[in-house]
């Protein structure tokens, strides 16, 4: 899968998104095989509520994300603020954003904590198959307790749709709320 620097020379794509418990000291990463879309990491946010958060912190009421600037989770895509207003009123949370400003993501926790054991946990291999990328991924972890929980995500995800700012606004009328702090 040489689909990073040799797209032309691939067979398939591989589009990690993960999130990082900082309690925890916990990884977890779906593995994509379509386009990073908003619907697509709002899937694997649910992915992750559903099965671990929901059970690791059944008191919840508030959750903090931290977010870089750039792909389908920026504060720029009035999509991704939409389908995350779905998100908080389907799970009735409190969810506060911030968004770390462009090429500053390197100081998000998922990146020196979790995604640079990832890429080291993959040095040197042969991304052939996506049976060899998740073992890979399960198999990260550090001395001071990292562990790493993975999925494969082959779901199709629609690339360029877009929302009108006015659903928002309607959202926001709903009683749904957006916080983005960045």
Known sequence: MHDHDYEHLGEGKVIPH????????????????????????????????????????????????????GEANSYRHHIFKYKFMDFVAETGLSVIVCHYPPYCSKWNPIEHRLFSQVHKAMQGAVLSDYATVQKLIWQ???????????????????????????????????????????
């Open 18 to 69: 993960g999130i990082y418990d900082l309690q925890a000291n916990k990884g977890y990463v779906s593995i994509g095989s379509s386009s990073e879309t908003a619907d697509f990491v709002m899937d694997n946010l649910r992915w992750w509520w559903y099965e671990y958060g929901i059970h690791d912190y059944p008191d919840a009421k508030n959750i903090l994300l931290l977010c870089d600037a």
């Open 140 to 182: 990260t972890s550090t001395k001071t307790g990292l562990t790493v929980v993975v999925r494969l995500n082959l779901k199709l995800y629609e690339t360029g749709v877009k929302i009108d700012k006015a659903k928002i606004n309607k959202n926001i009328g709903l009683g749904r709320t957006f916080t983005n702090k960045g």
